[in-house]
């Protein structure tokens, strides 16, 4: 079972960024679709980029501001956050595979 934990949430002002990292344990960390939820007060969780096979995918309301990255050597998932909206507040959570997941760093745009 793949074990993940994330890091790098806090709290910053609109326009700001912030790097997330997620850690994964595992063999098969390499073939994995993987990729960075979040869940605002109230809302339902939502995709916000996955990344598979070199492929990037994004939602529309983080496109142009948001990044995903990975390396499979340290088993590692990033997403670089910049322009950051009040809308973007939230826990994120990152999935490796189909059941791998982190349990949440929360992220506050806040002026």
């Known amino acids: 079972q793949v074990q993940v934990v994330e890091s790098g949430g806090g709290s910053v002002q609109p326009g700001g960024s912030l790097r997330l990292s997620c850690a994964a344990s595992?063999?098969?960390?390499?073939?994995?679709?993987m990729g960075w939820y979040r869940q605002a007060p109230g809302k339902r969780r939502e995709l916000v980029a996955s990344?598979?096979?070199?492929?990037?995918d994004y939602a529309e309301s983080v496109k142009g501001r948001f990044t995903i990255s990975r390396d499979n050597a340290q088993k590692k998932l990033y997403l670089h956050m910049n322009s950051l909206k009040p809308e973007d507040t939230g826990v994120y959570y990152c999935k490796v595979g189909p059941s791998g997941w982190g349990q949440g760093t929360q992220v506050t745009v806040s002026s």
């Open positions: 990344i598979f096979s070199g492929v990037e």
């Open positions: 595992g063999s098969a960390f390499s073939i994995y679709l």
